[in-house]
């Protein structure tokens, strides 16, 4: 299985997240104050976005970035597979 990049799945994840809500790129862009443009190249994975743009996005989309975060993290771990040298924090 080849593994994500963590760009294309943060990207991957906001267009998730915008569709769920039923918003289209310009409401997005506006409300995060960045270009149509460059969010759509964020969304595909072709940029690599700030903290600061991620925050923004992630205000316009009234989503935590610690829940992005969470969304992320699960993505590239399904894409990364099973591994020996995945640790393991124990509570």
């Known amino acids: 299985m080849k593994s994500a990049l963590l760009r294309e799945a943060l ?3 906001l267009r998730e ?3 769920a809500q039923g918003r289209t790129l310009r409401e997005v ?3 995060a104050r960045v270009s149509l443009g460059y969010l759509s190249e964020v969304e595909r994975g072709q940029k690599e976005a700030s903290s600061e ?3 923004a996005i992630c205000t316009a ?3 935590p ?3 992005l975060m969470r969304i992320v993290s ?3 771990l399904k894409s990364e597979g099973p591994s ?3 640790m393991t924090v124990a509570a």
Do not use: N, P, T, V
């Open 61 to 63: 989309l009234d989503l």
């Open 53 to 55: 743009l991620i925050l």
């Open 74 to 76: 699960d993505k590239m």
């Open 11 to 13: 990207g991957e994840s």
């Open 17 to 19: 997240q915008r569709f």
């Open 29 to 31: 862009s506006s409300a």
């Open 84 to 86: 020996e040298y995945r």
């Open 65 to 67: 970035q610690s829940e």
